[in-house]
């Protein structure tokens, strides 16, 4: 907490004066959980100007298949074109606003709007409108598409004209990605929580591992966050070094990038960085982040051995991914309002496994299910205390809350920089 992100002054008062409320190294005021015109600067500085994960490139193979995704009022198909390119639009025909679709996903041969039949190619354009008068210019009746990039397999969009370059963000996180195969990947399970807590307060919870000890029995067995460095004892330190050892023999793109003990560091607010890939070590015993550390399904992408610990991806403002040698587990957010987040938790496996033959629920699940809804009841604590006129920000920790506290310097940066 020494370090300071680059200075930047809202235009709006109330922002600058917010901004300025909170103490530097302590949790934020209780109005930035509070605050409905912060809220809406939110949504403009943040949701609607950086890059959102959307989903997998896997969940719509072939030309024509589709699913939509609501952010606010606003709602998107992404749908795959003729030319086999990913585009998102609006679900808003051009005639009189109807939605094209209500189905969460699907597979279509054109849009075909139920009010009037305005029909639209799979690229987006307006292609028959009949009873409409001669002349009409369809060439302008396109639907309003939103940009999007894709990445290892992974799906992202962003609503602002001019959003932050993506290409850092591809190079940055490709690499470590793609032997993962998103792409040869399958949904083998996703479950939808709404979670009553600012959406703050779940990367908040993210970015520290203060609280796994006592409540995160299952995943500090196999995962050396808890440990900062410093604080490995004789024995870690020796079994960190074993594993680091074996790890440098393994191919260049599954090598151990975290050498570590605690959180890899992120964001990194001085340089305004959203993203980050990193592979991490898992502990003796564990390959695969499951709860007897037994591989729970085959192996995915281009995966040879189970030795390659686990891949963490993360992207602000809305996801984050731990993926073992033979399955993903990947967490969206989306804010509803204030205090409450919808949180999509994903479980992602090789498209060729089937499910009994070579996985089981029962057995890929719990691991991340019992982690998520472990850190879910917490936010909704935490929501509910800082709810209490006697709430007051504390001091952060910062030996184990660094990268809380680098979160939160992100966030204001994201809020004072937007005119
Ligand atoms: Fe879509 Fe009329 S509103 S065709
Ligand atoms: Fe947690």
Same mark, same amino acid.
């Given at each position: 907490?020494?370090?300071?992100?680059?200075?930047?002054?809202?235009?709006?008062?109330?922002?600058?004066?917010?901004?300025?409320?909170?103490?530097?190294?302590?949790?934020?005021?209780?109005?930035?959980?509070?605050?409905?015109?912060?809220?809406?600067?939110?949504?403009?500085?943040?949701?609607?100007?950086?890059?959102?994960?959307?989903?997998?490139?896997?969940?719509?193979?072939?030309?024509?298949? *589709? *699913?939509?995704?609501?952010?606010?009022?606003?709602?998107?198909?992404?749908?795959?074109?003729?030319?086999?390119?990913?585009?998102?639009?609006?679900?808003?025909?051009?005639?009189? $606003?109807?939605?094209?679709?209500?189905?969460?996903?699907?597979?279509?041969?054109?849009?075909?709007?139920?009010?009037?039949?305005?029909?639209?190619?799979?690229?987006?354009?307006?292609?028959?409108?009949?009873?409409?008068?001669? $002349?009409?210019?369809?060439?302008?009746?396109?639907?309003?598409?939103?940009?999007?990039?894709?990445?290892?397999?992974?799906?992202?969009?962003?609503?602002?004209?001019?959003?932050?370059? *993506?290409?850092?963000?591809?190079?940055?996180?490709?690499?470590?990605?793609?032997?993962?195969?998103?792409?040869?990947?399958?949904?083998?399970?996703?479950?939808?929580?709404?979670?009553?807590?600012?959406?703050?307060?779940?990367?908040?919870?993210?970015?520290?591992?203060?609280?796994?000890?006592?409540?995160?029995?299952?995943?500090?067995?196999?995962?050396?966050?808890?440990?900062?460095?410093?604080?490995?004892?004789?024995?870690?330190?020796?079994?960190?070094?074993?594993?680091?050892?074996?790890?440098?023999?393994?191919?260049?793109?599954?090598?151990?990038?975290?050498?570590?003990?605690?959180?890899?560091?992120?964001?990194?607010?001085?340089?305004?960085?959203?993203?980050?890939?990193?592979?991490?070590?898992?502990?003796? $015993?564990?390959?695969?982040?499951?709860?007897?550390?037994?591989?729970?399904?085959?192996?995915?992408?281009?995966?040879?051995?189970?030795?390659?610990?686990?891949?963490?991806?993360?992207?602000?403002?809305?996801?984050?991914?731990?993926?073992?040698?033979?399955?993903?587990?990947?967490?969206?957010?989306?804010?509803?309002?204030?205090?409450?987040?919808?949180?999509?938790?994903?479980?992602?496996?090789?498209?060729?496994?089937?499910?009994?033959?070579?996985?089981?629920?029962?057995?890929?699940?719990?691991?991340?299910?019992?982690?998520?809804?472990?850190?879910?009841?917490?936010?909704?604590?935490?929501?509910? $205390?800082?709810?209490?006129?006697?709430?007051?920000?504390?001091?952060?920790?910062?030996?184990?809350?660094?990268?809380?506290?680098?979160?939160?310097?992100?966030?204001?940066?994201?809020?004072?920089?937007?005119?």
């Amino acid at each position: 907490m020494d370090t300071h992100p680059p200075t930047q002054t809202s235009a709006n008062p109330h922002i600058r004066q917010l901004v300025a409320s909170r103490q530097e190294g302590y949790a934020l005021p209780r109005a930035f959980y509070h605050d409905l015109a912060l809220y809406a600067h939110e949504s403009q500085s943040i949701w609607r100007n950086g890059w959102l994960f959307a989903g997998f490139t896997c969940q719509i193979p072939h030309p024509g298949d *589709f *699913f939509t995704l609501n952010v606010e009022d606003d709602t998107l198909i992404i749908l795959r074109g003729d030319d086999e390119q990913i585009r998102a639009f609006h679900n808003v025909c051009t005639h009189r $606003g109807t939605l094209l679709t209500t189905e969460a996903h699907g597979s279509v041969r054109a849009l075909v709007c139920p009010y009037h039949q305005w029909t639209f190619t799979r690229q987006g354009e307006l292609f028959h409108c009949s009873g409409m008068q001669e $002349g009409l210019d369809k060439s302008r009746l396109g639907l309003h598409q939103v940009q999007l990039e894709t990445c290892a397999g992974l799906i992202f969009l962003s609503f602002a004209h001019q959003p932050p370059a *993506f290409e850092p963000a591809r190079q940055s996180l490709a690499p470590l990605a793609m032997p993962q195969g998103f792409e040869r990947a399958k949904i083998a399970w996703s479950k939808r929580y709404e979670v009553k807590a600012n959406w703050k307060l779940i990367w908040e919870n993210n970015r520290e591992c203060y609280h796994c000890n006592v409540n995160h029995p299952q995943y500090i067995k196999s995962n050396f966050d808890i440990y900062e460095d410093g604080q490995l004892s004789q024995r870690l330190q020796e079994r960190l070094a074993v594993a680091l050892e074996r790890s440098k023999n393994e191919d260049d793109e599954l090598a151990i990038s975290h050498r570590q003990g605690g959180l890899a560091t992120f964001p990194d607010a001085e340089h305004n960085i959203w993203y980050a890939a990193n592979r991490t070590l898992l502990t003796e $015993g564990y390959l695969s982040e499951s709860l007897d550390g037994q591989r729970v399904a085959p192996l995915m992408g281009t995966y040879h051995d189970e030795r390659g610990g686990v891949l963490r991806l993360r992207t602000l403002p809305n996801f984050w991914c731990h993926a073992s040698c033979d399955h993903a587990v990947t967490t969206h957010l989306l804010p509803l309002d204030l205090h409450r987040t919808l949180v999509r938790v994903t479980w992602l496996v090789h498209e060729e496994a089937q499910v009994a033959r070579d996985y089981t629920l029962e057995k890929l699940l719990p691991f991340w299910q019992l982690t998520s809804e472990q850190d879910w009841g917490l936010c909704e604590r935490v929501q509910r $205390g800082v709810n209490s006129s006697a709430y007051l920000p504390g001091p952060l920790s910062i030996l184990r809350e660094y990268n809380l506290d680098a979160f939160l310097r992100w966030y204001l940066f994201q809020l004072s920089s937007w005119k």
